[in-house]
């Protein structure tokens, strides 16, 4: 079965969005990612992005995810899998 199809199968539309998000910002630098920012730059509510950020910290392989702080909104630390 192709990569692209297991990667539908084990996450929903919201959490693949969020899975590609997150890779292009850590390509780009970035480590820590508020939540508020990622739902302004997704057209996705704080909360439906805080929810799929959980699920995707306990059910992610590629990423880790780590909820790191909450000041005005939860951030938090991303950083890929060593293997």
Known sequence: MPSHIKFREKYNETQSRLITYLRKGLESGRH?????????????SS??????????????????????????STTWMVSPVKN
Do not use: P, R
């Open 32 to 44: 820590y990612f508020k939540s508020k920012y990622i739902a302004k730059d997704l057209g996705l």
């Open 47 to 72: 909360k439906e992005v805080g929810t799929n950020m959980a699920i995707l910290a306990d059910i992610c392989q590629e990423l880790t995810i780590v909820k790191w702080s909450y000041s005005n």
